[in-house]
Nanobody, 116 residues
Framework: QVQLVESGGGLVQPGGSLRLSCAAS????????MNWYRQAPGKEREWLAVIDRTGTITNYADSVKGRFAISRDNAKNTVYLQMSSLKVEDTAVYYCKFTRSGSDFWGQGTQVTVSS
């Protein structure tokens, strides 16, 4: 059974940094493209970043490009999102996502709050 567990969220001041983790199980992680999304209160879920199975190819939403970095450790079945220069508008629940045969699998999310 596919399981994705996000962690690493918390309260951080504007300009600060956080690293989120998403631990995966129940599928062949090393052959899977992985994505990060977020959802702020009252807003639609927003795609943030994608990484290919080897970690060689990444892509980012304009809203986070240059501030966030996605990476992965296939030995640990974990994908990361390093977030820097955080802004108040980055406050949201952050999710990782895996897609297989047209079906999306999501974790439970981790809350990130950026506030002074």
């Amino acid at each position: 059974q596919v399981q994705l567990v996000e962690s690493g969220g918390g309260l951080v001041q504007p300009g600060g940094s956080l690293r989120l983790s998403c631990a995966a199980s129940g599928f062949t992680f090393r052959t899977s493209t992985m994505n990060w999304y977020r959802q702020a209160p009252g807003k639609e879920r927003e795609w943030l970043a994608v990484i290919d199975r080897t970690g060689t190819i990444t892509n980012y939403a304009d809203s986070v490009k240059g501030r966030f970095a996605i990476s992965r450790d296939n030995a640990k079945n974990t994908v990361y999102l390093q977030m820097s220069s955080l802004k108040v508008e980055d406050t949201a629940v952050y999710y990782c996502k895996f897609t297989r045969s047209g079906s999306d699998f999501w974790g439970q999310g981790t809350q990130v709050t950026v506030s002074s």
